[in-house]
């Protein structure tokens, strides 16, 4: 047994030696980045710390946030707050070693003073005496890479004015019931992200500024990626930031894979997490790696991969919750830390042959393509090409698609780009015109102009190569609305013109009249009036033949654009008692029409565009609302109600990256200074 008493004075002596006052903390770094939000939470636990304690924080975030650099860090400089000394562990989560607690606690007595040889045996007995030994203390302890609250709570000191800081990757809510906080440590902004570059390599970053850019993206944010790389500049003066993002590029390795200084890469470290997992867990992550874009991602499409419901998913994804290596941001989505998501595409290619990645990569397109196609379904308008390359058969009304299509694309926007991207890879060229064709729905509703161009050039080349005209006509045209969007006039009339040619030469009416369509209206956005009118007249005549109401109101709106006022309003009137007599309700259309027909109306059309504004706020139609408020604006007489009209407008292109509506903004609020 050991030979302690109280003094006097509470102290707690050993054969009369006052316990020593340890400083075990690890040295700190000369300068911290940006963690100004998780300092600020540590220092208001000081007015928690009392003689009641000992209080907790647990900073938690992904692996190589800087959890420990930035408790190291406060905890030196509050050091003075408590005199009874610092005591540190590494418990061990990022080894394959975890410390046990009964280790852990004989590092800790012996600090304290206790001789190796009067140390307990069991657990229990080592975390009594390390209560009573700290009892009446102020000691700052730090609980580093920790695995379990019961690893915490074998380790708290006694009843006194200390603070415990833990870092983890675990689910840490339980020790909420021992005085505890939970305190997230975020990623770096660009902005401290480039700071901490400049710690190692000084201005030498800014000598490069689009290869610096590249580099503080590849490490998204964590410290432990840009100190790698910071180091990599320093010890390497005559290499180019730019040589460098080819070697970190490398996918056969990355920057997780990257050692220096002989410190454990950061794949090293994301390796004994992984180990961690359970074996459904396992799978899950190596999945993860496999989806074609880790930012964000449903519980559906990884079920769609391992073969599990997501009922039986839920459990893991606590798992992976709780061990940071995913963020749940709300209920059935995931996102996915860009590191995170490399390490776990090499862990598949290492772990799974080459037919298990496939059959699994194929299982989330397959997903993606059945949600597309479900989605346009009911959303598409009804025009005969719908049927007809999405086909009722495709159609899928148990995916989640089919409960909210508008909100399901919107979702799935950059991973339904990846799919298109991924689908080509694998020569699933099917698949690839079924995506474009799908995603037709979020141009003609956001305007994502760059997003359909990048997936219809794969679109295209499959049309092409399946000698698919007709889906290569509708691409075309979809492709020239597109380059509307950006101003791309020239290219939008050639594009909607070889349409115009193939659906011709394949006999089909509709998908002509279509062509004709986009090309007179980009012809009539160039300023060409006559070419304009004369494809629109030939529109509309084409339109006529179907017989389609829908159709025919659709020509009569834009065949209203390149007209004098007295000949528009009476083709918009036409257009408008054609929306307005379908069976389904187009406030979007109507918005259209009563917008052409306050601008064709002149100074008189302030009270048509005041409906049009109000239907398409009404139905969150942002572009039109956008394009209705210019034209407020052009009728405006008071020069700051003006202004404030087409700054809002300008905020609405510029979020959807219509760069030459929002250049002609520009040029209009500069006339009004």
């Known amino acids: 047994m050991v030979g302690d008493q109280a003094g006097s004075d509470g102290e707690i002596h050993f054969h009369g030696v006052r316990m020593p006052r340890p400083r075990q903390l690890p040295a700190a770094i000369a300068k911290l980045v940006n963690h100004e939000r998780t300092l600020g939470a540590l220092d208001d ?36 707050r408590f005199p009874d000394g610092q005591l540190y562990a590494n418990l061990g989560a990022w080894t394959d070693q975890v410390s046990a607690p009964s280790e852990v606690l004989a590092g800790f007595l012996g600090a304290l003073g206790v001789d190796r040889a009067q140390i307990p045996v069991d657990l229990e007995a080592r975390a009594s005496l390390f209560r009573s030994l700290t009892h009446g203390k102020s000691l700052q302890v730090l609980l580093d890479d920790a695995v379990t609250p019961a690893q915490v709570r ?9 603070l415990v800081v833990v870092t983890g990757h675990g689910a840490f809510g339980s020790l909420l019931q021992h005085n505890a906080a939970l305190v997230d440590v975020e990623p770096l902004e660009d902005e401290m992200a480039v700071e901490l570059l400049r710690a190692f390599a000084g201005n030498r970053v800014d000598g490069e500024p689009s290869a610096r850019d590249a580099l503080v993206a590849m490490c998204a944010g964590l410290p432990a990626a840009l100190c790698v790389v910071g180091v990599l500049l320093a ?18 390795t990355g920057i997780t894979r990257v050692t220096v200084g002989g410190e454990p890469s950061l794949g090293t470290v994301f390796d004994a997490g992984y180990r961690r997992l359970s074996r459904v867990g396992q799978h899950c ?29 839920r459990p893991v994804i606590r798992e992976l919750r709780d061990m940071r290596t995913i963020d749940q941001p709300r209920t059935g989505r995931l996102t996915v830390h860009k590191l995170v998501h490399e390490h776990a595409r090499l ?23 059945k949600g597309a196609v479900t989605a346009a379904a009911g959303l598409l308008p009804p025009r005969s090409w719908r049927a007809e390359f999405l086909p009722a058969s495709s159609v899928d009304g148990a995916h989640p698609a089919s409960a909210d299509p508008g909100t399901w694309l919107r979702t799935e926007r950059v991973n339904l780009r990846a799919a298109v ?8 060229l099917d698949s690839v015109l079924r995506l474009c ?108 033949t179907t017989r389609d109401p829908r159709r025919i109101a659709l020509a ?48 008189e059309g302030d009270q048509r565009l005041r409906e049009a504004l109000a239907l398409a706020t009404e139905h969150k139609l942002h572009v039109d609302r956008a394009e209705i408020l210019e034209a407020l604006a052009q009728l405006e007489t008071d020069r700051d109600a003006a202004t404030e009209l087409y700054r809002e407008a300008l905020t609405v292109y510029e979020e959807r990256g219509l760069l030459h509506s929002a250049l002609a903004t520009r040029q209009r609020l500069a006339e009004l200074d």
Request: charge should be negative; aromatic fraction near 6%; hydrophobic fraction near 45%.
């Open 437 to 544: 064709i799908s995603q037709w729905w979020l141009f003609l509703t956001e305007k994502y102009a760059d997003d359909l161009l990048a997936t219809h050039a794969l679109g295209l080349r499959a049309a092409e190569h399946l000698h698919a005209d007709r889906e290569k006509a509708l691409l075309l045209v979809q492709q020239g609305f597109a380059y509307r969007g950006l101003g791309r006039f020239r290219d939008a009339v050639d594009s909607c013109t070889a349409a115009i040619r193939l659906a011709e030469g394949a006999g089909n009416v509709e998908l002509a009249a279509t062509a004709l369509e986009g090309a007179g209206l980009a012809a009539f956005d160039s300023g060409d009036l006559t070419q304009s009118a004369a494809w629109l007249k030939r529109n509309l005549e084409l339109a006529e």
């Open 556 to 603: 009569c709106l834009h065949g209203a654009k390149p007209e004098p006022p007295e000949k528009a309003l009476v083709l918009l009137q036409r257009a408008h008692e054609g929306f307005r007599s379908l069976p389904a309700p187009e406030p979007q259309n109507l918005a259209k029409v009563l917008l052409w027909q306050g601008r064709k109306l002149g100074t």
């Open 235 to 252: 010890e390497s003066p005559d290499v180019s930031l730019a040589e460098l993002v080819d070697e970190l590029k490398d996918p056969a």
């Open 421 to 428: 991207t991924v689908a080509s890879e694998l020569g699933e």
């Open 347 to 369: 862990v598949a290619g290492t772990v799974d042959d080459q037919a298990h990645r496939l059959a699994a990569t194929r299982s989330m397109l397959e997903w993606y393509v």
């Open 45 to 80: 636990a000081l007015d928690a710390v009392s003689t009641a304690g000992p209080v907790i924080r647990v900073l938690r975030g992904q692996r190589g946030s800087g959890k420990t650099t930035v408790a190291v860090h406060w905890l030196h400089h509050r050091a003075d």
């Open 285 to 313: 992550y190596r999945a993860i790696g496999l989806h074609p874009h880790g930012d964000d991602l449903s519980v559906a499409v990884l079920a769609a991969a391992t073969g599990h419901s997501e009922a039986a998913l």
């Open 154 to 162: 074998a380790l708290l000191p006694g009843r006194g004015a200390s």
